[in-house]
């Protein structure tokens, strides 16, 4: 499957889990009949179906004692929360919010008989049909971690062990050790002291031993993987090298690509960049998220040819020689692997990785010519971003099919560089460190997949342990919640089955 955008797409991809107001809602009552009575029946949540479509915008708004009012606008599908309306007005019974992070406005009446507010949505001058309804907050699953049948938070956390469905897991069950110490793992995403986790699965000497969601999330919805994205992008390298359609990691990017070789290029660098550079983050061509704002990742994605505009980057850099975190110098990588295979990645990932994993429901982000973006995009269910951890826990084997050599298991995660801003590792686009054992002692080592917003797949080889974690901390970059899904899969790193 590959994303097309929709209402409000744009912006759901800049915004995506941002934080709620951290400024008041100005709030404007004129002077007509009614206003006030409007406001007070305002107070709460509005779920809006905008267009044909069937999109939901859910609209709140509070206004407590001796605080001032406050809105948000959020876009469930797009995991896009707490977006701040800027200005509310009523005037008799027309209710107008203005949300000008989403460059957009929903303006209706308020019906006197019913609680209905029927208008239209508008952005960038383009009007939609709008009809909004009050909803509790238990109709908002994605407001709190899980309600209870009162509708009432769950606090509590019991332990029950995964279905069993016809996707290829086995299943088992924790010991009771392990219960204990994921059910304090557990309570900490109920009470939120673990922000924002939507899902947490893992799985023990090949087996599902813990599958959990939260949030309104489920086993069936896909989750947007982030930079785990890149992993899956050394993972497709290796499918290359299993399938013979790449010799090694040494081959010249230039050997793909006759414009790089071509004598008329001005800086020779750029002919020795291989794959390896791009997936060491060290190939030298310009361009760096953590230091320019992802302005290279929007350069490629407002471009008709992401790879003409790769690779007519200038070179800053000897390859090999300097760590830059670019995810879009892998629509190079990307490319490459195209060219050697003779068929789009998108193609080559179904044919030779998802469809023998059994992994079936894929979302790619692509450009219109159908290129998949290796640095970020792709969304998976839990379950089978899991799939992808034991692949490499069983040394690159599903079932009876070697789909990875065993000797690129190793070597994609083994560490090449040091990054020290982050406290980790780095191999071929995979993150690694010790975890250290509570139950044991001493140290072990993981290999991390780690996306924005808290997404992991983690995968601890001498202990046969995969652990998934799902989450929608976008909006908020402190060290603590970068690193919290990390230290979550550490804490669990003592799990076993019975």
Same mark, same amino acid.
Request: glycine share 10%; no cysteine; charged share 20%.
């Given at each position: 499957m590959h994303?097309?955008?929709?209402?409000? =797409?744009? =912006? =759901?991809l800049l915004l995506a889990g941002c934080g709620a107001a951290t400024s008041p809602t100005e709030l404007h009552l004129s002077e007509a009949s009614g206003s006030e009575r409007t406001w007070s029946r305002l107070l709460g949540a509005w779920s809006c179906e905008?267009?044909?479509s069937g999109q939901v915008v859910v609209l709140r708004f509070e206004h /407590?004692?001796?605080r001032p009012?406050?809105?948000w606008c959020d876009l469930p599908a797009q995991e896009v929360l707490g977006v701040p309306a800027t200005v509310i007005g009523i005037d008799g019974d027309l209710v107008r919010v203005e949300l000008d992070t989403l460059r957009a406005v929903f303006e209706g009446r308020l019906g006197m008989e019913q609680d209905r507010i029927e208008g239209n949505f508008v952005q960038d001058e383009r009007v939609l049909d709008a009809t909004a309804r009050p909803v509790s907050l238990a109709e908002l699953p994605y407001?709190?971690?899980?309600?209870? =049948?009162?509708?009432e938070r769950e606090l509590e956390y019991t332990y029950r062990p995964p279905q069993r469905v016809d996707d290829g897991w086995e299943v088992g069950r924790l010991d009771e050790e392990s219960v204990r110490?994921?059910?304090?793992?557990?309570?900490?995403?109920?009470? /939120?002291?673990? /922000?924002?986790?939507?899902g947490v699965v893992v799985a023990v000497n090949g087996a599902l031993v813990m599958e959990e969601y939260f949030f309104g999330f489920h086993r069936e919805r896909r989750h947007p993987l982030r930079s785990v994205t890149k992993s899956l992008a050394s993972v497709l390298t290796g499918v290359a090298l299993q399938q013979g359609y790449v010799s090694g990691v040494e081959a010249k990017l230039a050997s793909f690509f006759p414009e790089v070789a071509d004598e008329q290029d001005r800086d020779g660098r750029k002919r020795e960049i291989a794959l390896e550079h791009l997936l060491t983050m060290t190939s030298g061509l310009e361009g760096d998220d953590w230091k320019d704002g992802f302005a290279g990742g929007?350069?490629?994605e407002a471009s008709p040819d992401w790879l003409a505009t790769v690779l007519a980057r200038r070179m800053v850099a000897e390859p090999g020689s300097r760590f830059a975190y670019s995810g879009s110098s892998l629509v190079a990588l990307a490319g490459a692997l195209e060219v050697a295979s003779d068929t789009p990645l998108v193609e080559m990932a179904e044919r030779h990785l998802f469809g023998p994993m059994g992994i079936e429901d894929v979302e790619w982000y692509t450009s219109q010519a159908g290129m998949a973006y290796l640095g970020s995009g792709l969304r998976l269910r839990p379950r089978d971003l899991a799939k992808v951890g034991q692949l490499f826990a069983n040394g690159g084997r599903w079932g009876e099919a070697q789909l990875l050599p065993e000797s690129w298991v190793v070597e994609s995660v083994r560490p090449r560089r040091r990054v020290r801003s982050r406290g980790l590792d780095y191999g071929y686009l995979w993150w690694s460190r010790e975890f250290r054992s509570a139950r044991e002692g001493g /140290?072990?080592?993981?290999?991390?997949a780690s996306g924005l917003g808290g997404q992991l797949l983690c995968v601890v080889p001498e202990r046969r342990l995969v652990i998934a974690i799902v989450a929608g901390n976008y909006g908020d970059e402190s060290e603590r919640l970068r690193n919290q899904s990390i230290d979550m899969a550490e804490r669990l790193v003592d799990v076993s089955a019975e």
């Open positions: 994303r097309t955008p929709g209402l409000l =797409a744009f =912006a =759901a905008v267009g044909t /407590e004692a001796d009012p406050v809105g407001l709190a971690p899980r309600w209870n =049948a009162d509708g110490i994921v059910t304090g793992v557990m309570e900490s995403v109920l009470s /939120e002291q673990s /922000e924002k986790v939507h929007a350069e490629v /140290e072990t080592r993981a290999a991390l």
